[in-house]
């Protein structure tokens, strides 16, 4: 007998649903949030299945790769998919929600997820860590400058560096508040710190950049960098999984919406779905393609033809989703950017 799988997710317990070919619940069932217990389950009540389903979820990925090294067919689905059916149901229980994800299994109304890779999760964790701590000396750095305005003291411009230009005010003008003069000078100490983990992490992305063709390739771009680099190349994980290099674009929530209904026919604002940081990444570098780097190529005369037309912000949309498309491509081909090559003036 065929048999489908739900899995609810949470931190500490799963709820486990197992229906037959017809709908009918054989088995359900709350066990603890691990590969080990959900795989003992599965094996008694359900030896035969066809499928398991279970919700993208800060356990997902976990699960997901340990259940696979079992032998067990899971399947992740998106949550918002999951979301849209299983409203359908009046109450919302851990119980009624495995049941569904169950019932999906079972009728195939269901798009898979793309489960990265244990490389491209490690590149995405680098990043994000970087990200932080970039962060964290950027507020540092605003908490000095509003402490110091209190007291009437104005930073104005770093010349030099926000370093140099501390210690400066700090030697001058609060030469007669010695209690503001520490907690400023443990701010900066604090930032120092920060910083040498923030070069620490750097010489880290550029060890992996170095490792990776693909990156390596990559940076042939303009305005492409080894943080840029290493970021397309864990948000795209694997290319094969695009059969258009124009679907880059939409993964990364650079495609405009639309609604077309009846008469009615309209083109919104970019979507923003997908990996937000990535799509940071793309605008940064089209933002140096368009304003810093003089390198004539078709894609920054393209972005600049379009600039005239539309504003700098809409070009730099529209060249960060170009820029993704090329990549992609230059990824599958195995080729280097070309300033005026035909993948440079596609898409």
């Known amino acids: ?60 990925v976990w699960l997901h790769g340990e259940l696979r090294a079992r032998g067990l067919p899971v399947i992740c689905i998106d949550a918002r998919h999951a979301k849209a059916a299983l409203s359908m149901r009046i109450n ?75 210690a400066e005010v700090t030697a001058s003008d609060l030469a007669d508040s010695p209690e503001l003069a520490r907690i400023v000078e443990t701010l900066l100490a604090t930032r120092d710190e920060v910083s040498r983990r923030i070069a620490a992490l750097d010489r880290e992305v550029m060890r992996a950049v170095r490792a990776n063709e ?15 680099a290493l970021s397309v190349w864990a948000g795209i994980d694997e290319p094969a999984r695009f059969r258009r290099s124009t679907s880059v674009g939409a993964y990364f929530g650079l495609t405009p919406r639309r609604y077309a ?35 004539p190529s078709a894609l920054r005369a393209w972005g600049l033809d379009l600039a005239r037309r539309s504003g700098f912000k809409k070009a730099k949309v529209a060249v960060a989703r170009k820029l993704s498309v090329i990549l992609h491509r230059m990824w599958r081909d195995g080729t280097e950017f070309r300033p005026a090559g035909r993948a440079a003036a596609a898409a």
């Open 1 to 60: 007998m065929k048999t489908f799988v739900g899995l609810d997710v949470s931190l500490d317990e799963t709820a486990v649903c197992v229906v037959d070919e017809d709908g009918q619940v054989v088995a359900e069932c709350k066990v603890p949030s691990t590969p080990e217990a959900i795989a003992a389950f599965v094996g008694a009540k359900a030896p035969d299945a066809v499928r398991l389903g279970l919700e993208t979820g800060p356990l997902s």
């Open 92 to 166: 919302k229980t851990d119980r009624n929600d495995a049941a569904g994800l169950a019932q999906i299994m079972r009728t195939g109304w269901f798009r898979e997820a793309h489960v990265k890779s244990g490389p491209s999760h490690l590149a995405r964790a680098l990043l994000a860590s970087r990200a932080l701590l970039v962060a964290v000396r950027g507020d540092i750095a605003n908490q000095i400058r509003g402490l110091l305005k209190t007291f009437g003291v104005i930073m104005g411009k770093p010349a030099g560096g926000f370093r140099k230009r501390a």
């Open 214 to 228: 693909a990156c390596r390739r990559f940076m042939t771009a303009p305005g492409v960098g080894g943080v840029v």
């Open 261 to 295: 209904s009846g008469e009615v026919d309209r083109t919104g604002r970019v979507s923003k779905c997908g990996d937000k940081t990535v799509r940071a990444h793309l605008y940064e570098a089209a933002n140096v393609i368009l304003t810093r780097i003089k390198r």
